[in-house]
């Protein structure tokens, strides 16, 4: 079992950056693939990006390819998730969750979540 806790998110304005973690307690964080989601008032969660176990596969959305960057420090325990040039239609709470196997975006498939961090970015 992992719990996940985010952090770093806050209000930016458009076309600024961000970089959100995900602490992970126990021993094998590197077992499992970690995601973002995230999920804006009245929408569904939506996939963001993913990384695998030992961090040389990752995965985006389109909607965030390009200006997002996932990383994680499994020596820390800890997923990050770098965003630059920043759009109002980022703003949504994000939420860092975890499997085991394959590197996946849907939701669904995750086991373990954070609660989630806010992200506002305004215009």
């Known amino acids: 079992q992992v719990q996940l806790v985010e952090s770093g998110g806050g209000l930016v304005q458009t076309g600024g950056s961000l970089r959100l973690s995900c602490a992970a307690s126990g021993r094998t964080f590197s077992n499992y693939v970690i995601g973002w989601f995230r999920q804006a008032p009245e929408k569904e969660r939506e996939f963001v990006a993913a990384v695998s176990r030992s961090g040389s596969n990752t995965y985006y959305a389109d909607s965030v390819k390009g200006r997002f960057t996932i990383s994680r420090d499994n020596a820390k325990n800890t997923v990050y998730l770098q965003m630059n040039n920043l759009k109002p239609e980022d703003t949504a709470v994000y939420y860092c969750?975890?499997?085991?196997?394959?590197?996946?975006?849907?939701?669904?498939?995750?086991?373990?979540w954070g609660q989630g961090t806010q992200v506002t970015v305004s215009s």
């Open positions: 969750a975890a499997k085991r196997g394959a590197l996946l975006a849907i939701s669904d498939r995750y086991d373990y």
